[in-house]
């Protein structure tokens, strides 16, 4: 085995590497980036080694500077996670002919399943089942228009060299085909420097099973059961699981035989995947086959107990598999859960800032928590904006499904926004608990995943306020009875005894709570709905342990300044968070911002204009593309936001922009 190894990424998977090679006795080297400096992945590794500025193809991605930074550590192999290198074939015999192992599959098999349309083809010959479609070499639109036409709409356009989502497009049909093909290529240009795509059959509420293999250099290969990665947004995994439900043994074993011939065809060694995307019906066909553990490798270790970075490193030190096909057994059922920085409202566009307040579920025989973010940590632009995996293990799904919802429940996170309440709201769905799996499950549920947001309610005006006056008390602890937060000189309440205004506004909603000191101590709270009695106190861990009348709980509120520099406060109690804006009486620049948000289109995202639709003097109609951005590798369409006239647009194509920046000044009318 192996004595140092170097982690050639960052994140979740650099930290859980870290954990696996730890226990083996193993010592580790980091690398970072600028923008990773104080990262929770430099901070685990025994060494950490810096290779460059922030963007990942001036650090994570130059296979150079890495090698190099294993070789004067005096690590003997490299880790590559997923993501970055660790498909890139060139890289993988770079470290050879450094002297390092790689820690992944022969650098023929990467470079034989680097493209989806030459992996069709190795899988044709094979005999693997593969969706209707295009994959050859012919790139010109009309023979590539003419080919969709021939498989019938709605086709699908891949990237062949794509991963993540990324440079791809569903078309319902022919008129829409050339404009598709033109965003996919620019799409794909972008992300792999390589436009080369392929047109499949766009399958209707299919499921996405996959398999996951391995393989050691002493000729065995077998599957480690399917993993189930149905639950997607815009084609990329939110929620994993496995066993597959209603999955019968016998379609199992054809899928497990399937895959294990797909590793065989192409001389397999490592942790791999074979993703197949599956009818209703139960039919499936193969899709592609990623050569790397799987960021929902997690799911098949919990049910089949094994290891499997543990295995990687075992085959790759030229070892064999610690088990048979015959010894593999799945225990309970799992499922993972992906918690994005990002805004589902919003159409998922990432959300990137700092995590002024992180509180994920605690760990124990159920739970397992991945993540690379502690919180103070900044979810930045330049890398996938992951901030956790959440993984829970349970005796069957029902439970495994109900435990995972009441976490996301209680998953706090201020500083940017989150899918928590998605992933909680898919958890707890009756549709999704009952056994309605497929790729299109988010956008047909729409409605009930995603409700339009409700007043807030008393409960939740209360906790505010109480936190509000909790602080004015903690800012000023001198004199009185140290709990009651009405001993400090504060203009307001000179007005009238004991009395208290605080106002807040929830969306357009102006709201002022008026809060009295009771006789016998305590509160009395004038809420929209009616007076309560209140109570308030801190907790030992900053929480407000809350008496509203007659009913206790615990509540979290987290005061933040936001960037338009007014202060939000996010409550977090029962399972749920809401904003409240806290209206300062002597800041009168706060209401004049909600008029002036409208004269102006501003960038959502520090990223480059690639396609700029309008110019000065166009008039537009509301949801009109105004210009597109390219941020974090995807292609942002930013569309007016109500009738009127365009006045300026401030940058050209090809400028890049800083979040916030004003692109387009508007008129509306
Ligand atoms: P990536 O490299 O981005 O993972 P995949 O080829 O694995 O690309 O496809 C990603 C997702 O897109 C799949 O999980 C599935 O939801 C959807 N998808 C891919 N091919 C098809 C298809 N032919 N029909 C319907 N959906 C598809
Ligand atoms: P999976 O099928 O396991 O979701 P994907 O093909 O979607 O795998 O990609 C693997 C993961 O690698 C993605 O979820 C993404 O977070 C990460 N990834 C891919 N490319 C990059 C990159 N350039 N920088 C950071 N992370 C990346
Ligand atoms: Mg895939």
């Known amino acids: 085995m192996f004595s140092k190894i170097l982690i050639a990424n960052r994140g979740e998977i650099a ?47 130059l296979a150079d500077r890495i090698i190099d930074a294993a070789r004067r ?8 996670g997923y993501g970055f290198l660790s498909e890139n074939a060139g890289f993988a015999e770079a470290c050879a002919k450094a002297g390092l192992v790689f820690i992944g599959p022969p650098p023929a098999a990467i470079r034989a399943m680097g493209s989806k349309s030459e992996a069709k083809k190795i899988m044709e010959k094979a005999k693997v089942p593969l969706v209707p479609g295009y994959h050859g070499d012919d790139q010109s639109p009309d023979l590539l228009a003419k080919e969709a036409a021939r498989i019938g709409f709605p086709v699908l356009i891949k990237a062949s060299a794509g991963g993540g989502g990324k440079g791809m497009r569903v078309v319902e049909a022919a008129d829409k085909f050339a404009d598709a093909l033109a965003g996919a290529k620019r799409e794909a240009k972008a992300a792999f420097a390589d436009d080369h795509v392929l047109v499949e059959k766009y399958l209707t509420r299919p499921r996405h099973i996959e398999i996951q293999v391995f393989a050691d250099g002493h000729g065995s290969c077998l599957y480690l059961f399917e993993r189930d990665c149905s639950i997607q947004r815009r084609h990329q995994k939110v929620i994993e699981e496995a066993p597959a439900p209603d999955m019968d043994p016998a379609r199992r074993k054809a899928m497990g035989e399937a895959a294990v011939a797909a590793a065989k065809a192409i001389g397999y060694e490592g942790a791999g995947t074979v993703e197949f995307i599956a009818d209703q019906d139960g039919t499936f066909f193969f899709m592609e086959m990623n050569t790397r553990l799987q960021v929902e490798h997690p799911v098949t270790e919990a049910i089949t107990g094994q290891d499997l970075v543990e295995w990687q490193l075992v085959v790759a030190a030229g070892g064999r598999m610690p088990l048979t096909q015959d010894q593999l057994r799945i225990f309970g059922h799992a499922v993972e ?32 928590v991945d993540t690379g973010v502690r919180q103070g940590d900044t979810v930045t632009p330049f890398y996938d904006p992951m901030i956790a995996k959440v993984i829970v293990h349970d005796r069957d799904r029902a439970s495994a499904m109900r435990r995972m919802a009441v976490l996301m429940g209680e998953t706090e996170v201020v500083g940017v926004a989150t899918n928590a309440a998605l992933l909680k709201a898919l958890c707890s769905h009756p549709a999704f608990v009952g056994g309605e799996i497929d790729t299109g499950f988010i956008e ?30 903690d800012r000023e602890p001198t004199a009185g009875d140290p709990h009651s937060p009405w ?72 005061r933040r300044i936001a960037t338009d520099g007014g202060v939000d406060y996010t409550l977090f109690s029962d399972g749920r968070s809401r904003r409240l804006r806290l209206v300062d009486p002597f800041d009168l620049s706060m209401y004049e911002v909600a008029g002036a948000a409208e004269a102006t289109v501003r960038a959502p995202l520090p990223g480059k204009i690639i396609d700029l639709r309008v110019k ?20 942002h369409t930013l569309a007016a936001p109500a009738d009127g006239t365009i006045k300026s647009v401030r940058y050209a194509v090809g400028e890049q922009v800083p979040e916030g920046a004003e692109l387009v000044e508007f008129e509306a009318s």
């Open 15 to 61: 930290c859980r590497v870290i954990k696996t090679a730890r226990r083996l006795g193993i010592k580790t080297v980091a690398v970072y980036s600028d923008a990773d400096r104080g990262a929770r992945h430099v901070a685990m590794a025994d060494e950490a080694v810096h290779i460059g500025p922030s963007p990942a193809r001036e650090s994570y991605l």
């Open 73 to 80: 550590t005096g690590a003997e192999a490299i880790h590559p």
């Open 337 to 368: 859960v992906r918690l994005y920085a990002e805004d589902p409202a919003r159409n998922f566009l990432p959300s990137t800032g700092t995590l002024v307040h992180l509180k994920l579920p605690q760990e124990n025989q159920h739970v397992r």
């Open 444 to 473: 047909r549920h729409r409605d009930t995943l995603f409700p339009a947001p409700a007043l807030a309610d008393d409960r939740t005006f209360a906790i505010a306020t109480l936190a509000r006056l909790v602080e004015w008390q």
């Open 487 to 558: 001993n400090q000189q504060n203009g307001f309440r000179l007005l009238d005894e004991g009395h208290d205004e605080v106002r807040w506004k929830d969306g357009d909603r102006d709201v002022t709570v008026i809060a009295r000191r009771l006789r016998g101590g305590g509160l009395s709270l004038e809420l929209p709905g009616g007076t309560q009695a209140a109570r308030v106190q801190r907790t030992d861990d900053g929480r407000l342990a809350i008496d509203l009348g007659g009913e206790t709980f615990v509540a979290t509120a987290v």
């Open 616 to 635: 000065a003097g166009d008039t537009v109609s509301k949801g009109q593309p105004l210009l597109v951005l390219e941020a974090m590798k995807m292609e």
